[in-house]
C-alpha cells in the first residue's frame, strides 16, 4: 500500500482517505485546497488502494453493480 503525507506532520487533526487514482499530485493539490480553507493545522494521509471492493469492504457480499463482489479485506486494509 503507497502511503502520501502532506501537511503538517505533528497536526491534532489527521484526514486520512483511500485513493485508487495514487497520483501524488492531485492528492497534494488537494492538501493545498483544503489548507487554504481551514485555518488549523492538518496533517492529510492518502492510502492507496489497489482493489477498492476488496480493501474497503469489512464483509463478503455478492456485487451490487456489474460482476465485481465485495471481498472483505477492510480489517487487513486498517491493519497496514
Known sequence: MKIFKFGDPG???VLIQPVF???PEGIKK???VIAG???VPFQL????VDDW????SPWEAPPVFGK???GGGAAGTLDE
Open 11 to 13: 497536526a491534532d487533526i
Open 21 to 23: 487514482d495514487q497520483d
Open 30 to 32: 488537494e492538501a493545498s
Open 37 to 39: 480553507a481551514c485555518s
Open 45 to 48: 494521509i492518502a492510502a492507496g
Open 53 to 56: 471492493n476488496n480493501d474497503l
Open 68 to 70: 465485481d463482489g465485495f
